[in-house]
């Protein structure tokens, strides 16, 4: 299996750009998850699905940024309009629910928001 | 609220014993983990412990958890200059194990 698939890796766009990032599950896992890591705020949650249904949004800091699921295996996070405060590396991450719930992390999206 | 606190950095000699500390404040979470971050790369899990436990040992990692405490450690033997990395502590702050929150992180550099 190829692990959990995000694109871009890098992303460059300037403020009130909108943006979007993609994200690959692993084949058979139900639970996806959305995370931001800042140098500031380390990793925080921002989402998370089972299922493809939003199960807990607590995270996601305000309304410029909506994710969804649209099947089973894949996930995008949007945020409009971007911000330079959005830069930071999101991390996708996949599981399977199994005894010890191990979630498996994508590489990341690097993205600057000039 | 929920809160994991490690310290920021660790320097240790190659063939030394890295301690990697780590507090958090659920008393309730299932589960505790350490996962590992290297340069450029998402989290990777390296080990975990059930809450009833009170040391997992696994090849060179040794995790200890005193719940009294709330203090979770790892431990490498014999550590590598392939060990410097970012470990991160976890708690499961939901019933089912699915939410996270994350320590923010312990910078390991290993020295020749």
């Known amino acids: 299996d190829a692990g959990v698939i995000q694109s871009p890796r890098h992303e460059v766009t300037e403020m009130g750009q909108e943006v979007t990032l993609r994200c690959k599950l692993i084949s058979g896992h139900n639970s996806l998850f959305w995370y931001r890591q800042t140098m500031m705020r380390g990793l925080e949650l921002l989402i998370y699905?089972?299922?493809?249904?939003?199960?807990?949004d607590s995270g996601m800091p305000e309304d410029r940024f909506s994710a969804k699921m649209p099947n089973a295996s894949f996930s995008t996070l949007k945020i409009q309009p971007s911000e330079p405060r959005d830069s930071a590396v999101y991390f996708c991450?996949?599981?399977?629910?199994?005894?010890?719930?191990?979630?498996?992390f994508g590489p990341g999206t690097r993205l600057t928001v000039l | 609220g929920e809160d994991v606190e490690q310290s920021l950095f660790l320097s240790v000699r190659e063939g030394d014993s890295s301690v990697i500390n780590c507090t958090y404040t659920d008393s309730s979470s299932t589960y505790l983990y350490w996962y590992k971050q290297e340069p450029g790369a998402g989290l990777q899990l390296l080990t975990y412990?059930?809450?009833?436990?009170d040391m997992k040992q696994d090849q060179r990692l040794t995790v200890l958890l005193n719940k009294k405490d709330k203090h979770l450690s790892l431990r490498i033997a014999d550590t590598q200059t392939g060990d410097s990395a970012i470990y991160f502590c976890a708690e499961s702050i939901d019933n089912a194990g699915n939410m996270l929150t994350f320590g923010g992180g312990t910078r390991l550099m290993v020295k020749p």
């Open positions: 412990i059930f809450s009833n436990m």
């Open positions: 699905f089972n299922n493809n249904v939003p199960i807990d």
């Open positions: 991450a996949s599981s399977d629910r199994n005894s010890y719930n191990e979630q498996f």
